[in-house]
C-alpha cells in the first residue's frame, strides 16, 4: 500500500462542496414531486433526426394520457435556430389540450410570445443563465440585457393572464466558464422571481454537476427566492442526474424536470447523453413513496412510440429493464 | 436549453470544466489542512474504498467470452488506476459459467501489483481448493436473502449454502485467508419480489459471523430505490458495524448512483463496481447492469471524498475492455469524454 501512496494533493477545486451531506440532509422527502415534462422540447430540439408534426402531437397526448401535470410542448424561436421547432404554432394549436394539464411553450423574446399567445399558449418559458459568456454565446447579449429583454415578456404576460416559468441555465457549471458561483445563481434566480416568474427552474446544462454542488447551489438560492417557487432541472451526461435529483429532493425542493426516455442529447459533449429520463426519475419518487400523478406504463408507451419516431434507443434504464430487447 | 447551434461542440474551456470535475490525480495519503479536515470530516465518510467487479461479475454477464490474455491485460491495466482491490475471476464449474472457465491461467496469469488486493470466487470448498492452488490471497463467498434465488442459483436452501460456506470461510481462516461475504437480492428478488430487511440482517449475521470480515450487500436486479436502502442498511447496521459493509448496486432501473449515496450518506463506505458497467443482468433481457466505476468516480470525486482511483486511467481500461468484447460502454462518464 506505501508504495502506491504519495502525499494527497490539496483539494482545490470542489472545496466547496465538502459539505455536511449525511444523513442530516435526508429530512422529510416531499410527500408529492410535480414532474414537468420537457421531452417534447428540450428533448426533441436536441435531438438529431427532425419529427413530423403529427408525430410530436401524439407525443404530447400521450404524455397528457399519462398524467403529467406539466409538458413543455414546443419553443416559439426561429426555426433558422432550431428547425425542429419550426411547426410550433401548428403544434400547439394541435395538441389536446386536457383539463387540470398546462402545456408551457419557450419564448425567447418578445415576437415569440406574442406568436405563441397567437397560437393558444397559457403559459410562457423564458430562459436565462447564471453564465455571461454562456448568455454571450446563446442569445448574444448580456445577462443584465437579457433581464431587459424578458422584462418586456413579463410585462405583456402579466397583462394577458399569461403564467412565466424562468430557467436559469448552468445552474452547477458552465461549458465556457467552468464553475459558477451558487451566489451568482442565487442573483439571477432572485431577478427572475421578483419579476415575476412563478417558478424558477435550475438546470444543470452540461450534467457537471454532482450531489454537493447541487447542495452548495440550492442553500445559496433558497435563501433568496421560496423553496416552493424552485424546480431542479438536471442532464444526465456524466449519470449524476438521478442523485443530483435526490439531494434536491433531501432540501426539499418538490418540482423536478426530465424528459421521456430520456431525450435529448448534449450539445456540448458528442455522443453524451441529455435529460433525466422520466420513467427513472417515476421509479425512484414511486420507491419511495412520493406521489406524482403518474402512469409509468403509459409512459413507458409514450417513450416507446417517440423511440421508434426517432429511430433511436431509449436512455431510460427503466426502460430498457422493462422492454425485452 | 435554449437556442444552442448544434454546430458549438467542444470547446477549451469545456474540456477545462472536465479536467476540473474529474478530478484527474493519483491517490495520495497526507495531511489535510485542520480546516478542510473539519468539513470533511463531518458528513460522508473521508474515504471510499471501490471494489472493483468487472473482471469478474462484469465480464460473467457479458455474452462475448473474453480470451484469456485480454482478461489478464485488463485486470493488469485494473491494477494501475489506484483501485486497490479488483475481483478477478469466479472458481465455479465451467459448465455453469463457462467464462470464469479459465480462472486458473488468469489468476496465475495477472500481475499482483504490492498493495492490490485480488479476491476470488469460491462457491465450495474444492473451489476453494482451486483458487489457493492457483494463487489467491482473498475468496468470496456468494449468500442470497432469498430461499428461491438460493435454490435456483445453487440449488440448496438458504441454512444448506450457509453450511457450505461455513466450511470455506473456516478453511480459509484457517490459512489465514480473508473471506468476504455476498448477500444477494438484498432490495429485491426475481423470484420472491420484495425481500424484508430482517432476512437480509439475518443473513449477513451468518456470513459475518462464521468470519467474513466484509459483508456486500447486493441490489442484484437493481429494482432497490433510496428508501428501500435506508430500510435495508437500518436493519442490518443494529447488527454489523458499518464499516465491515459494502453495497453492490446494479443500475437495471438507473438507481445506483442515488442508492450509492444513501448508503454514503448513512456511513458505509466501501462501495462495489465494475468499470464501463460491464454485465447485463441475466433476469432483464437488453437491461444493464453493474453501476459503471467510472460514474460512481464522478460522484465520489465531485462530493470530495478521497478514492485513491485515477478516473482518466479507468476509463482507459474501460475503454480496453469494450473494444475487446465490442460492446459500448455503459458509463455515461466515458460515453461524454470519448468522442462517439
Not at chain 1, 429530512?27 to 414532474?35: C, S
Not at chain 1, 442573483?187 to 416568474?197: I, N, Q
Not at chain 2, 469478474?56 to 462475448?64: A, I, P, T, Y
Not at chain 2, 492457483?134 to 449468500?143: D, H, K, L, P
Request: aromatic residues 6%; contains cysteine.
Amino acid at each position: 500500500m506505501a508504495a502506491m501512496r504519495k502525499a494527497l494533493p490539496r483539494r482545490l477545486v470542489g472545496l466547496a462542496s465538502l459539505r455536511a451531506v449525511s444523513t442530516s440532509s435526508m429530512g422529510t422527502l416531499p410527500k408529492r414531486v410535480k414532474i414537468v415534462e420537457v421531452g417534447p422540447r428540450d428533448g426533441l430540439q436536441n435531438e438529431k433526426n427532425i419529427v413530423s408534426t403529427p408525430v410530436k402531437i401524439k407525443l404530447v397526448d400521450m404524455l397528457s394520457e399519462a398524467g403529467l401535470s406539466v409538458i413543455e410542448t414546443t419553443s416559439f424561436v426561429s426555426p433558422k435556430w432550431v428547425p425542429q421547432m419550426g411547426d410550433h404554432t401548428e403544434v400547439l394549436k394541435g395538441i389536446q389540450k386536457f383539463p387540470g394539464i398546462n402545456y408551457p411553450v419557450l419564448t425567447p423574446n418578445l415576437k415569440g410570445f406574442e406568436a405563441a399567445v397567437a397560437a393558444g399558449a397559457k403559459e410562457v418559458v423564458i430562459f436565462g443563465a447564471a453564465s455571461e459568456l454562456f448568455t454571450k454565446k446563446n442569445i448574444n447579449c448580456s445577462i443584465e440585457e437579457s433581464f431587459q429583454r424578458f422584462d418586456a415578456i413579463l410585462k405583456a404576460a402579466q397583462s394577458a393572464n399569461i403564467s412565466v416559468r424562468g430557467y436559469v441555465s448552468c445552474a452547477l457549471g458552465c461549458p465556457y466558464e467552468g464553475k459558477i458561483s451558487p451566489a451568482k445563481v442565487a442573483e439571477v434566480t432572485k431577478k427572475f422571481y421578483s419579476m415575476g416568474c412563478y417558478e424558477i427552474s435550475l438546470g444543470d446544462t452540461i450534467g457537471v454537476g454532482t450531489p454537493g454542488i447541487m447542495k452548495d447551489m440550492l442553500s445559496a438560492v433558497m435563501q433568496e427566492v421560496p423553496l416552493a417557487a424552485l424546480a431542479v432541472h438536471c442532464h444526465d451526461t456524466y449519470g449524476q442526474a438521478l442523485a443530483n435529483t435526490l439531494m434536491a429532493l433531501q432540501m426539499g425542493v418538490s418540482v423536478v424536470d426530465s424528459s421521456v426516455a430520456g431525450l435529448g442529447g448534449c450539445p456540448y459533449a458528442q455522443g453524451a447523453s441529455g435529460n433525466l429520463a422520466t420513467e427513472d426519475l417515476v421509479y425512484m419518487l414511486e420507491g419511495l413513496g412520493i406521489h406524482t400523478g403518474v402512469n409509468l406504463q403509459k409512459l413507458l408507451e409514450a417513450g416507446n412510440f417517440i423511440c421508434q419516431a426517432l429511430n433511436r434507443k431509449t436512455s431510460s434504464k427503466v426502460a430498457q429493464a422493462t422492454c425485452k430487447l | 436549453m435554449g437556442n444552442v447551434p448544434s454546430a458549438v461542440k467542444h470547446c477549451l474551456s469545456y474540456q477545462q470544466l472536465l479536467r476540473e470535475h474529474l478530478w484527474i490525480g493519483d491517490s495520495v495519503a497526507g495531511a489535510l489542512d485542520p480546516a478542510q479536515e473539519t468539513s470533511q470530516l463531518s458528513g460522508l465518510p473521508e474515504f471510499v474504498k471501490i471494489v472493483e467487479v468487472g473482471p469478474r461479475d462484469g465480464l460473467q454477464n457479458e455474452k462475448v467470452i473474453v480470451p484469456t490474455d485480454i482478461k489478464i491485460e485488463f485486470i493488469n491495466r485494473l491494477s494501475q488506476t489506484g483501485l486497490s482491490v479488483i475481483e478477478v475471476t469466479s472458481f465455479v464449474s465451467s459448465r455453469w459459467v463457462p467464462q470464469m472457465a479459465d480462472h486458473t491461467e488468469v489468476m496465475k496469469g495477472i500481475h499482483q501489483y504490492p498493495g492490490v488486493r485480488y479476491p476470488v470466487l469460491t462457491p465450495n470448498l474444492q473451489g476453494f481448493h482451486h483458487a489457493v492452488a492457483a494463487g489467491a490471497t482473498e475468496i468470496s463467498v456468494f449468500g442470497a436473502a432469498s430461499e428461491s434465488f438460493s435454490k435456483k442459483n445453487i440449488n440448496c436452501s438458504i441454512e444448506e449454502s450457509m453450511g457450505k460456506f461455513e466450511e470455506v470461510v473456516k478453511s480459509a481462516r484457517h490459512m489465514n485467508i480473508p473471506a468476504r461475504g455476498y448477500v444477494s437480492c438484498a432490495l429485491g428478488c426475481p423470484y420472491e419480489g420484495s425481500i424484508t430487511p430482517q432476512k437480509v440482517t439475518e443473513v449477513s449475521k451468518r456470513l459475518y459471523g462464521m468470519g467474513c470480515y466484509e459483508i456486500s450487500l447486493g441490489d442484484t436486479i437493481g429494482v432497490g430505490t433510496p428508501g428501500s436502502m435506508k430500510r435495508m442498511l437500518e436493519s442490518v447496521m443494529k447488527e454489523i458495524p458499518p464499516g465491515a459493509l459494502a453495497v453492490h448496486c446494479h443500475d437495471t432501473y438507473g438507481q445506483a448512483l442515488a442508492n450509492i449515496l444513501t448508503a454514503l450518506q448513512m456511513g458505509i463506505n466501501v462501495v462495489d463496481s465494475a468499470v464501463s458497467g460491464l454485465g447485463g443482468c441475466p433476469y432483464a433481457k437488453g437491461a444493464s447492469g453493474n453501476v459503471a466505476t467510472e460514474d460512481l468516480i464522478y460522484m465520489l470525486n465531485g462530493l470530495g471524498l478521497n478514492t485513491g482511483v485515477n478516473l482518466y486511467k479507468v476509463m482507459e481500461a474501460g475503454d480496453f475492455i469494450c473494444k475487446a468484447v465490442n460492446k459500448t460502454t455503459n458509463s455515461k462518464v466515458a460515453q461524454a469524454s470519448f468522442n462517439a
